[in-house]
Nanobody, 120 residues
């Protein structure tokens, strides 16, 4: 089970990025997939989770309305659309799974993250 997040980069405040999570060894549609982030020197934070099946989505309250999680079954990816980015969104972002069905997500399996830096 391997996951890989990509799509990070440097963006100005107010800008957008779309992160993508790809998998090898399994099909993302079969499990709940979550996004987490960890700012440098700070604790890891859960961001969002998308469940298996009906695709129920959950978000940390502080990010509702700015971040959207979605699946692309054809590409076997899970994306995180991030809009109106702020400097405090700067972090390494990870996708992960516990190989469960939701509605909560864990980080038992996660790959290398992708760095998102929001700065002018």
């Amino acid at each position: 089970v391997q996951l890989q997040a990509s799509g990070g980069g440097l963006v100005q405040p107010g800008g957008s990025l779309r992160l993508s999570c790809a998998a090898s060894g399994f099909t993302l549609d079969e499990y709940a997939i979550g996004w987490f982030r960890q700012p440098s020197g700070k604790a890891r934070e859960w961001i969002s989770c998308i469940s298996k099946g009906d695709g129920t989505t959950n978000y940390v309250d502080s990010l509702k309305g700015r971040f959207i999680i979605s699946r692309d079954s054809a590409k076997n990816t899970v994306s995180l659309q991030m809009d109106n980015l702020r400097p405090e969104d700067t972090a390494v972002y990870y996708c992960a799974t516990d190989l469960n069905y939701g509605p909560t997500c864990g980080m038992t399996y996660r790959g290398k993250g992708t760095q998102v830096t929001v700065s002018s």
